[in-house]
């Protein structure tokens, strides 16, 4: 779970800025809470309001971009690209910072690091209690990279594990973290007691889901649809509940040379079926009308598309659309199932840039509200940023679930919670939000401005 983020410097956030899903003062909804881990309670939905070119996305820029740094990395001897604040040339010459803090397996821990073009300048890992930090690794750059892993090299006490361990430290580029590196060497093979590095990485890898507007999230789930009856179900159960208008769902054959692959890419997808010793494995092909998916039957490729299907008039035939035929509505739906799915499993940290779109108000408002009437005892979180202002009520959300993002005269992003509100608790605050009480609302000049449009011939 995501306990708070912190960035600065970098894209519209020149100071610090940080959003938090610790709970306030509220005792309402107390589902909206996770159980506490070693006293730490968080929210599991938030969701960021504000103007167009507020901040909203670009906070959601920032979390995507450490965690492809720390799973990525960057190229050997190669700049570290980012956009640091532009309003203002300091800004050009200072470093950038991000902070994670995380709850995972039973624990809380706080990861960040200070970075430049050139360099990580500072990176840190710490176990957070409530008797204060505990040191899990520490690294300043001043001529070179200097680390602390004292904690570590107690936990490893095998000459070879510690030698490993001092290695990897002198081995890390200036331009790489430390956690990439531990990622990319293997170390849990080599080092017994990694497990607090190992539950971060973890975290960024299974937990975090940051998905952008166009971004499909878990597409090879449509290919189980075949195979897995209870997805199936869910998948035809939900398209029903969202008046799709769907009545079913498939994989369809049909003939590769249809849809249009080049023949280099038909053999790169069969060279790499061949050297995998499994049944049923296939490969999926998204265009931006249609998902297919490729398999391999002795030695020859065959080729699926995923379909819906709906109920025809007077016969008990269905017809069959392509996803291209449906809505773009009905499309992010189909989308968003295997989120739904993953969400009410648990474990997973959802954050969405513009999860209304395409979506009808009630549609969206529907979804939050499934979510949280099914939460008690989920780890979960889904954390958006909208325009939807239908989901500002106090009926479906708390008041430390609803942020605002707004610029402030030097066009920097801030954040701001409802809870920083004196707000009772029984009234609508849409209103107040379109009217701009908490600001976050576009600030429009006088029409009398105009006057190069209304003179235009």
Aim: hydrophobic share 35%; charged share 30%.
């Amino acid at each position: 779970m995501l306990i708070r983020f912190s960035v600065q410097n970098l894209l519209s956030f020149k100071g610090r800025v940080t959003f938090s899903m610790l709970p306030g003062k509220g005792l309402l909804k107390k589902e909206h809470k996770t159980a506490p881990v070693k006293g730490v309670s968080v929210l599991k939905t938030g969701i960021v309001l504000g103007a167009n070119a507020s901040g909203k996305s670009n906070l959601i820029k920032a979390i995507a971009f450490g965690k492809m740094l720390i799973l990525k990395g960057t190229a050997i001897n190669q700049p570290i690209e980012y956009v640091p604040f532009k309003l203002d040339s300091a800004c050009r010459k200072k470093d950038s910072r991000i902070e994670y803090e995380i709850q995972i397996k039973g624990k809380n821990y706080a990861y960040g690091f200070t970075f430049n073009s050139k360099r990580i300048e500072e990176e840190w890992l710490y176990e957070l209690s409530k008797k204060g930090e505990k040191k899990i690794f520490e690294r300043t750059a001043k001529a070179e990279n200097i680390f602390d892993i004292e904690p570590l090299l107690k936990l490893n006490k095998s000459s070879e594990e510690k030698q490993f361990l001092l290695f990897l430290t002198k081995a890390t580029p200036d331009n790489q973290l430390f956690l990439h590196e531990i990622l990319t060497r293997r170390m849990k093979d080599n080092v017994s007691n990694i497990d607090d590095l190992q539950n971060v990485l973890d975290w960024f890898i299974n937990s975090l889901k940051v998905i952008f507007p166009d971004d499909k999230y878990k597409e090879g789930i449509k290919s189980e649809v075949t195979n897995n009856e209870k997805v199936q179900r869910i998948y035809e159960e939900l398209l029903r509940y969202f008046d799709t208008g769907i009545d079913g769902i498939c994989l369809k054959d049909v003939e590769l040379s249809k849809i249009g692959i080049p023949e280099k890419v038909l053999q790169k997808i069969k060279d790499d079926l061949s050297n995998i010793k499994s049944d049923n494995v296939r490969s999926l092909l998204s265009t931006q009308e249609n998902t297919y998916f490729i398999s391999i039957d002795k030695n020859k490729l065959k080729a699926q598309k995923f379909m819906t299907k709906h109920q025809v008039k007077g016969t008990s035939k269905p017809e069959y659309f392509d996803t291209a035929d449906e809505s773009d509505g009905t499309n992010r739906i189909i989308d968003y199932i295997p989120l739904i799915i993953d969400l009410l499993k648990g474990d997973k940290v959802f954050i969405i840039d513009e999860m209304e779109r395409s979506l009808h108000p009630n549609l969206i408002y529907d979804l939050f509200d499934l979510f949280l009437s099914h939460c008690d005892g989920v780890t979960s979180q889904l954390i958006i940023s909208t325009h939807e202002s239908s989901l500002l009520t106090q009926k479906l959300l708390r008041k430390d679930e609803i942020w605002f993002a707004v610029k402030d005269e030097e066009g920097a992003s801030q954040l701001h919670s409802l809870e920083d509100y004196n707000v009772r608790f029984d009234k609508e605050i849409r209103k107040d939000y379109l009217l701009g009480r908490f600001k976050g609302v576009p600030r429009l000049r006088s029409r009398y401005d105009l006057t190069e449009l209304f003179n235009f011939k």
